[in-house]
């Protein structure tokens, strides 16, 4: 026997309800005996049942207890004999079907059920990949912004217009270096440091042109400085450029005491 399609039928319920007759009940007890799955679908069907019939109960109105012991005692002296008749097949099969509805009404919502917690799994997993989805895009911006700042930066240091300086460290700084890109045409001065050290809130790095012999402010950066940055603008003339410490927001003069990297002009 097919146990799952006997279970699915829905004997089992009409059985539970008493909506069997004799011959059918016999055959399930008959079954019953035969496939224990049968007896703990049975068991969990009648405890179903009994907690819908538990939650569906009505508390019957005082006055029903009294009328029906008072008809119950009116009866006693009567003796009547009931015939017995096999129930109408039609009315067995209709009180099967609707005994099979309860048993898919129960399925359905249990799969309702499961299928909204796998739904709402769904969703949570989905709101992660968005968030994914949304750090990937965030990072490939930032990828994309350095990516055009070196594209920028080399358009620069490969443009022969702008003539490269290279500042070597002084007795102060030894192992600092930096370099100068300076269009003297359109006076556009570019900053590139390769290895200075980093300085206290209070202080900066300032960088000068000498022309002429006289320093020429071309502007204030720090040392955490990657690519390349835009100082003063500086005209024609200069013949060296050199940097040196002075207080944050920078001098009018230079402090020669603090000068880090110095280096010459070379025209070529």
């Not at 099967?96 to 917690?117: E, Q």
């Not at 911006?141 to 003539?163: Q, S, W």
């Not at 920078?250 to 603090?258: F, I, M, N, V, W």
């Amino acid at each position: 026997m097919n146990v799952e399609a006997y279970i699915s039928s829905g004997i089992l319920e009409a059985y539970a309800l008493g909506e069997l007759t004799e011959q059918e009940r016999a055959e399930v007890e008959k079954n019953l005996a035969l496939y224990p799955a049968l007896q703990k679908e049975l068991a969990l069907i009648e405890e179903t049942q009994e907690k819908f019939l538990m939650k569906a109960g009505v508390q019957p109105r005082a006055t029903v207890k009294a009328r029906l012991f008072a008809a119950i005692d009116a009866q006693k002296s009567e003796t009547k004999i009931v015939e017995l008749h096999e129930p109408d097949s039609t009315l067995s099969f209709w009180r099967m079907a609707a005994a099979a509805s309860i048993a898919v009404a129960l399925i359905t919502s249990y799969l309702a059920f499961n299928y909204w917690n796998k739904w709402k799994d769904t969703e949570s997993n989905l709101t992660e990949l968005i968030a994914q989805n949304q750090r990937i895009a965030q990072d490939y911006n930032t990828v994309n912004k350095r990516l055009d700042g070196i594209e920028k930066d080399l358009k620069i240091t490969n443009n022969p217009a702008f003539n490269r300086v290279v500042m070597k460290g002084t007795p102060n700084s030894p192992a600092s270096l930096a370099s100068v890109y300076w269009n003297e045409s359109t006076k556009e001065v570019y900053l590139s440091i390769q290895e200075m050290k980093q300085l206290s809130q209070e202080n900066q790095y300032q960088l000068w042109a000498i022309i002429d012999g006289k320093p020429v402010d071309a502007g204030v950066f720090d040392g955490n400085l990657a690519g390349l940055l835009k100082m003063k603008e500086i005209p024609s003339g200069a013949k060296t450029f050199a940097v040196t410490i002075e207080p944050r927001g920078g001098k009018t003069s230079p402090t020669l005491e603090t000068m880090q990297v110095v280096g010459n002009v070379v025209k070529g």
